[in-house]
C-alpha cells in the first residue's frame, strides 16, 4: 500500500486539452530517505484524463502484481479543482489517501504534492510535465519505512500504453 501511494499522483495534468487523455509509462524507483539506497523499482503506466472543462482529473496507475500469477495493481486517483485556484483535491478510489496538489504555474507544468495516508503518514514531493512525459520526487514519512521515490515517465500512445498494461497480467490460468 505504501508503494501505491507513493505511486498513485503520478502527475496531475496533461499538456492536451480538457476532455483529452494522456498516456505514460515508465519507471518508479524507491530509495532510503535521502536517496542514497536503492530499494526497489517497478514500471507503471498511467493513463490521465481531463474532465470538465479541467476541473477534475482522473489518474489509472497500473502496476504488475507483487508475483509472477498475481493481477496488476490498479490505484485510481480523482483530482478536483478547488473554484478557480490552483489547489486540487486529491484521494483515492480505495480511500487510501486524501490531500491536495498544488500547481505552481498557470499551465500546470509544474506542482507539489500534500497527501496524508489513512494508516498516519504522510507524502510530499513535487513533480513536471513536458511534452515527454512526467517526473516526479516524493518523500513518505510517519508510517512503516520511510522511503523516497522517482518516477520517469515517458509520454506514450494509447496503443503503446494498452500492450504495457497487458503485459503486466498473469499469463492465463495463472491467477
Not at 42 to 58: C, H
Not at 91 to 105: C, L, M, Y
Request: net charge positive; proline share 5%; with cysteine.
Amino acid at each position: 500500500m505504501i508503494a501505491a501511494a507513493l505511486s498513485a499522483c503520478a502527475g496531475t495534468v496533461a499538456l492536451k486539452a480538457a476532455g483529452g487523455a494522456a498516456h505514460y509509462y515508465g519507471q518508479v524507483s524507491f530509495f532510503s530517505p535521502d536517496g542514497k539506497i536503492p530499494y526497489n523499482n517497478t514500471e507503471s503506466a498511467v493513463k490521465r484524463e481531463i474532465l470538465d472543462g479541467g476541473a477534475r482529473i482522473i489518474e489509472t496507475v497500473t502496476q504488475p502484481g507483487h508475483g509472477h500469477s498475481m493481477r496488476p495493481r490498479e490505484i485510481i486517483t480523482t483530482l478536483k479543482r478547488r473554484k478557480k485556484t490552483l489547489v486540487y483535491d486529491a484521494s483515492d478510489a480505495g480511500g487510501t489517501f486524501t490531500g491536495s496538489v498544488t500547481f505552481k504555474d498557470p499551465e500546470l507544468k509544474t506542482w507539489t504534492y500534500d497527501i496524508k495516508l489513512k494508516t498516519g503518514g504522510e507524502l510530499k514531493g513535487s513533480g513536471r510535465i513536458s511534452p515527454d512525459g512526467i517526473k516526479t520526487e516524493k518523500q513518505l514519512s510517519g508510517v512503516g519505512r520511510p522511503m523516497s521515490a522517482r518516477e520517469d515517465l515517458r509520454t506514450v500512445s494509447e496503443d503503446i500504453y494498452k500492450m504495457r498494461v497487458s503485459e503486466m497480467s498473469p499469463p492465463a490460468g495463472a491467477e
